[in-house]
């Protein structure tokens, strides 16, 4: 059993910024742990530059951030333990760890949480049809080119439009393989110009508001059926290529019976970072699907301050305040208020996303008062970001109501990217 | 004891599902040269790749039946060989649960007939001693009845112990052979995909395909397969809390219902549907279907709403045109049939084995001497029950994040006496790429693991200069 001060399970940009940030703010031994071979976490196969990408002709260049990642938080002292997989996590700050050596354990005084987000598979879609080999996701994809010079198909139907669904478009194109088609479910495409030009650009054609209904193939994906303005269409193609959607890689927290944030699908935090169990914090793409890996390393670096701040302090009691929210809100984080803990130098705004587009007033109510308000237009693929009031962690009930305006009239966006 | 011929090989089966595998098992310990042939690229490749993978006692089997005696046979000798053969099981015990009055009144008959069984350890239990046992059923619950002795295993680690231990005496395995047709002359020659074989005896498990295989063989079959549909979910293992007992629903005259069931590897699953078709080779899953199981399972255990599903996927049973077996023996003909085995396959295919042994030696001849001693053949524990590889040391790496596996467990799959055909074989030996994530952390792994390995490879390599730099 290892016993370091601070215990970090995951490290991408997340991760490894809250041990550095940890390691600054005074954390004595700090151990992170990283399942892959290499840090940097899903930065290692994918980009979200798809342009500069498109005239490298290769994607390969977040691998280079992730072997930097690795040299500062080696130079900043922190124990790095690389092909160390977390296999339970215990409440009493005990976590179960597999390694090449076999099973081993840590105990540490606090552990933080950076395990990313991955896209919902095939079986999440409630996708229908065959079950043939050609199913993939963008990471798996990315994965295979940048780490095994490997292509899982030559003429993939890519489904989705985010702005990763993109990305996956110019990794197929620089490694020979031809989209035949990008089919989104929603009603619009998610992702926006210029990166939507792409498809134009380079003849793949794109569909939006279809509902696949059937995946062909006995041992390898041969089409897809799918309904398009009340029409069957069948693409004939050799895969199938699962864009976007990302959710929590929350499984321990599942396993271990934590709490989850049900509109996240990643832990309850606090304005922290704190779960629910006040030994544990997360920070990144755990906390909510998904933003960048910039935005995910400066949440962990807030969090990691936090984090060593609180080893000075007797680990918090009480029941946290829960943040209540109405639909067409589907998540809020943090959704959970310490009580007596100032926000700085944690969370200073709440995360939002919206379920759907749609236009109402948005508004945060604390102990009855409303504090903050907008009126506007929601867009589900951008986040929404609300400053906490001032006085916040003395709040006895904090909710976000919306009313939705019933005149759909042309109204100024004010959620931001 | 089996019997001499002067063909190739004693034995012919067709079909490696899980009967074929315990089939040829079977024939092999009795001493016969034994040929499995499988049309598809792998064993389980038909009915025995989908199911809800309990070992039954026969508690609600039709009295006095053929099918009775075999699951409870089969289910006998699985208890008693699984150890020797690395297999375990989990005594999960299973609750018939009635959740309207209607369904309650039900209940005695169907512990009376559980007694007329032989199932001597089934009780009736009131709605609050039924959640006593599993408190995390429905308050809707009206009452129940716990039978104590249904279990739940691995169901292709176990045809996997069965056919490599065949392969160990000495059997012969041709996948990606299929039966074309048979002609008799005292001794058999089948014409098949990958040349002719001849073999003193036949016997026809192949499932899905089993009338059209008795007419490809020139017998007359009395049977027509009516194959049914199965839709499952399996939920993520933090469902497993919730789901300590397989929780049977009360049967109709038609079909065992929907089971919410926890598996060996630490999931819990819904399912199946029963959706008659045409259709044999296509088991297709739809959202609709996939959407009411997943709300089933949350009405009757409420904490498994909310839960991520792992996989979802669809079998089918080889039903036929009657409920019971179809099971006989051509003596002239020297033909076995093991057909219309439509929900108990599992649990009855060692019992089905031996069965078809006994009636073989009915077909008379010189017998073959047993073998004198019977090699020791054990596959690897998959099971959250029984330590896993990664909890080893030196295991390389893990593969496989979701399951747990090891580099050193594909490996091993790759080198074994059977080796995967294709990629359902390699996650139904290793457990690999069949976690919540589904491949999106390891696929590519997988995928440079198995080059060169798979009928069909899940990648193919870049040309050279398209390579990565990294």
Redesign the interface.
């Known amino acids: 059993m290892s016993h370091p001060d601070v215990l970090i399970v995951g490290g991408g940009p997340a991760g490894v910024a809250a041990a550095l940030a940890a390691r600054a703010a005074g954390a004595g031994r700090v151990t992170l742990l990283e399942?892959e071979?290499r840090l940097g976490g899903a930065t290692r196969h994918c980009s979200h530059s798809p342009f500069g990408m498109l005239e490298r002709g290769?994607v390969?260049f977040g691998?280079?951030w992730g072997a930097r990642l690795e040299r500062d938080a080696r130079e900043a002292g922190v124990e790095v333990l690389t092909?160390h997989?977390v296999?339970a996590l215990g409440a009493d700050g005990t976590v179960e760890v597999?390694h090449?050596?076999?099973?081993g354990g840590f105990a540490a005084r606090r552990i933080l949480l950076a395990t990313g987000a991955?896209?919902l598979?095939?079986?999440?879609r409630?996708?229908?049809?065959?079950?043939?080999?050609g199913i993939?996701?963008t990471?798996?994809l990315q994965?295979?080119?940048?780490?095994?010079?490997?292509?899982?198909f030559r003429r993939p139907v890519i489904l989705g439009s985010e702005l990763v669904s993109h990305s996956a478009v110019v990794s197929c194109l620089a490694?020979?393989a031809r989209p035949v088609a990008m089919l989104e479910t929603g009603p619009a495409r998610l992702a926006r110009a210029p990166v939507t030009w792409l498809p134009a650009l380079t003849g793949i054609p794109v569909r939006s508001g279809v509902r696949i209904v059937?995946?062909i193939g006995?041992?390898?994906v041969e089409a897809i059926r799918f309904e398009h303005r009340g029409r069957i269409e069948t693409l004939a193609c050799d895969g199938l290529l699962l864009t976007g959607r990302f959710?929590p890689?929350a499984?321990l927290l599942?396993?271990s019976?934590q709490r989850?944030n049900?509109g996240s699908?990643g832990p309850s935090v606090d304005q922290h970072g704190r779960c629910a169990n006040p030994l544990y914090f997360a920070a990144g793409n755990l906390l909510r699907p998904i933003e960048t890996g910039g935005w995910s390393f400066r949440e962990g670096r807030a969090i990691g301050h936090a984090l060593a701040l609180d080893l000075q302090r007797p680990v918090p009691e009480g029941e946290a305040v829960a943040v209540g929210y109405d639909d067409p809100v589907r998540l809020v984080v943090p959704d959970l208020v310490r009580p007596g803990i100032a926000p700085a130098p944690g969370f200073d705004r709440f995360q939002l996303r919206f379920t759907r587009d749609c236009r109402g007033r948005l508004a945060l109510e604390v102990d009855g008062r409303t504090l903050w308000q907008r009126s506007g237009r929601w867009r589900p693929e951008r986040r929404v970001l609300v400053p906490m009031p001032a006085g916040i962690e003395h709040a006895g009930q904090i909710a976000f109501r919306f009313s939705e305006a019933p005149d759909s009239s042309e109204a100024p966006v004010f959620s931001e990217d | 004891m089996t019997s001499a011929t002067s063909a190739q090989f004693d034995i012919a089966i067709v079909g490696a599902g899980v009967v074929g595998c315990a089939t040829a098992r079977s024939f092999a310990r009795a001493g016969a040269r034994v040929v499995l042939i499988e049309r598809g690229a792998d064993i389980l490749s038909g009915a025995s790749k989908a199911n809800s993978a309990i070992l039954h006692t026969g508690f609600d089997a039709p009295p006095g039946s053929l099918e009775l005696e075999l699951v409870r046979a089969g289910r006998e000798e699985y208890l008693r060989i699984h150890r020797d053969l690395g297999l375990t099981f989990v005594p999960t015990g299973a609750l018939v649960c009635a959740w309207s009055a209607a369904e309650a009144a039900r209940l005695d008959a169907i512990a009376a007939q559980g007694r007329q069984n032989g199932i001597g350890d089934l009780a009736l239990l009131d709605a609050a001693a039924a959640r006593r046992r599993m408190p995390g059923l429905a308050a809707t619950l009206e009452a129940a009845i716990e039978v104590p002795g249904e279990y739940v295993i691995d169901p292709w680690s176990a045809p996997l112990a069965y056919v490599t231990e065949a392969l160990a005496l000495g059997a012969t395995v041709m996948r990606g052979c299929e039966l074309l047709s048979g002609r008799f002359d005292g001794d058999w020659t089948l014409q098949t995909s990958r040349g002719a074989i001849r073999a003193g005896t036949v016997v026809n498990a192949a499932g899905l395909f089993g009338d059209a295989v008795a007419t490809r063989l020139g017998l007359t079959p009395d049977f027509a397969i009516r194959p049914r549909k199965g839709q499952f979910v399996v939920l993520d293992k933090a469902a497993a809390r919730h789901v300590p007992v397989i929780v049977l629903p009360v049967p109709s005259e038609t079909t065992k219902g929907i089971v919410i069931c926890p598996t060996a590897f630490g999931n819990v699953l819904v399912g199946p549907t029963a959706e008659e078709q045409d259709e044999r080779e296509r088991a297709t899953v739809d959202a609709g279907t996939l959407s009411m199981l997943q709300a089933h399972g949350g009405r009757l255990v409420p904490g498994l709403r909310g839960i991520p599903i792992t996989a979802t996927y669809a079998g089918l049973r080889p039903g036929s045109d009657r409920k019971h077996y179809r099971v006989s023996a051509t003596a002239e003909r020297r033909a076995i049939t093991l057909g219309g085995i439509r929900s108990t396959g599992l649990s009855a295919a060692l019992g089905l084995a031996a069965h078809a042994v006994r009636l073989h030696a009915g077909f008379g001849g010189a017998p073959r001497p047993a073998p004198g001693a019977v090699p020791r053949v054990a596959v690897p524990n998959l099971t959250e029950t029984q330590p896993r590889d990664w909890q080893r040391p030196d295991h390389g790496e893990i593969v496989c994040h979701c399951e747990l596996v090891t580099r050193r467990e594909i490996e091993a799959a790759l080198d074994s006496p059977l080796p995967p055909g294709d990629f359902g074989g390699l996650r139904r030996r290793t457990r690999a790429g069949m976690g919540r994530c589904q491949g999106f952390y390891c696929m590519g792994r997988l995928a440079n693991l198995t080059r060169g390995r798979l009928a069909e490879p899940l990648a193919e390599s870049l040309a050279v200069g398209e390579e990565p730099s990294s």
Request: positive net charge; hydrophobic residues 35%.
């Open positions: 399942r071979p290769r390969y691998a280079a092909g997989s296999t597999s090449a050596g076999g099973v991955r896209e598979s095939r079986a999440q409630l996708l229908p049809g065959d079950r043939p080999v993939v996701t990471g798996a994965a295979s080119l940048a780490f095994h010079g490997l292509l899982p490694h020979g059937d995946i006995r041992s390898r959710t890689e499984a599942w396993q019976g989850i049900r699908g």
